[in-house]
């Protein structure tokens, strides 16, 4: 009953002067709403029906997707190796983070308010920073990875099925130390602007709490972006180069092509590599309005309004949606075996069988695989 009546004033309080949007919240979330908030009036219902809805595909999308993934890619043989480990972490991040977020936005969209407790809210926006820094961290590795094998080729250290897990673990310990920070005390988790999800708390001016979401950003936005930038850019170059010398070669030994099996399994590395590139600049898309919300909070830069900070959380949370779509489309190996499971999926033709799967032929030589 109490939620019912939460629910009840909302559509006749939209537009009356004297309720703002933190009035609608539960008594017992009042402590943890910065006063910033109370300028501003409930938002339009119609908004909160339409959040609700496209929280709801975008679970269903993710969730289904990423499950798809880690299925496919943890019970086909072919595919159990140490580079599609990140593959699979990724989608688990991705899966956990939807598993976590959709279903407890989709219920306080319908209330039009927070109505969960503090308890869940903490929970909350814990889970939405571990999970999207563990994705970020794991795409980074999947540049490195790249790196490895097309830039230093068989002068590159092979991966092991070792390395890659002590990768991951050394990711989900990472993603879980500036996770828990905020619990003790450094910075603080909050309901965001319209009061339906929970996040860092970007408004507060304090220089403690700042400094949380200044140096979050350098480590967690900043730093695995100029990695990965630079692994594609010597990716880029490393394939460019060769591709040119290739030509020069043919044309001095008058041929068509001097390509080989070797040279082929190049082919695909680049080309998977480009699949990670998208992937990776999918992630950033979707995680830099949020980026630029909490700066504007933490610089005072521009007005944030409830509407504008909650679509930039739901935007952020688009990029476990992207993943799945992206590697399903563009992995021949992953196609093959995802058509083998479910025929009904299957629209087109046969993919190559012969075509190189995420590891490349170079590691795959190296290890023994």
């Given amino acids: 009953m109490a939620l ?10 939209y537009g009356v002067g004297n309720l703002t949007v933190v009035d609608m919240i539960t008594p017992d979330m009042q402590h943890l709403v910065d006063p910033y908030w109370n300028q501003f009036p409930p938002m339009n219902p119609l908004w909160h029906g339409i959040l609700g809805f496209f929280m709801t595909v975008l679970g269903i999308m993710s969730i289904s997707g990423n499950f798809v993934v880690i299925y496919i890619f943890s019970t086909t043989k072919s595919l159990r190796t140490p580079s ?20 407890a936005m989709v219920i306080n969209c319908y209330y039009e308010t927070w109505v969960l407790g503090p308890l869940m809210c903490q929970l909350y926006a814990m889970f939405g920073s571990l999970f999207g820094c563990a994705s970020i961290w794991t795409m980074t590795m999947i540049a490195f990875d790249r790196y490895n094998v097309i830039v230093k080729g068989i002068a590159g250290k092979p991966l092991t099925n070792g390395g890659a897990l002590a990768r991951v673990a050394g990711i989900w310990l990472f993603a879980t130390v500036w996770t828990v920070a905020p619990l003790f005390g450094w910075n603080r988790y909050v309901p965001e602007g319209n009061m339906t999800a929970c996040g860092t708390d970007y408004i507060n001016q304090e220089w403690l709490s700042r400094s949380y979401i200044l140096v979050y950003a350098i480590f967690v936005y900043y730093a695995p972006l100029f990695l990965i930038i630079y692994s594609y850019y010597y990716i880029i170059k490393a394939v460019s180069e060769h591709e040119k010398a290739m030509r020069e070669q043919a044309k001095k030994m008058n041929v068509a092509s001097l390509r080989s099996a070797e040279d082929a399994n190049k082919s695909a590395e680049a080309k998977l590599a480009k ?15 949020y980026l630029i919300i909490n700066y504007a909070g933490v610089f005072q830069t521009m007005k944030l309004s409830p509407l504008s900070t909650i679509w930039g959380s739901v935007f952020a949370k688009c990029n476990a949606v992207y993943n799945p779509i992206v590697y399903g489309i563009s992995h ?7 058509f083998e499971r479910f025929p009904c999926l299957k629209c087109g033709d046969d993919p190559q069988p012969n075509v190189s799967d995420n590891q490349s ?8 695989a």
Avoid: H
């Fill in 84 to 103: 599609n480990l990140f593959v699979v972490n990724l989608a688990i991040s991705d899966f956990l983070m939807m598993c976590c977020m959709s279903p």
């Fill in 361 to 368: 032929q170079a590691t795959q030589e190296k290890t023994g």
């Fill in 332 to 338: 021949p190996k992953y196609r093959a075996a995802l």
């Fill in 4 to 13: 019912q009546r939460i629910n009840e004033p909302s559509f006749q309080a």
């Fill in 275 to 289: 699949v990670a590139l998208v992937t990776i600049s999918l992630w950033f898309m979707a995680w830099t309005p």
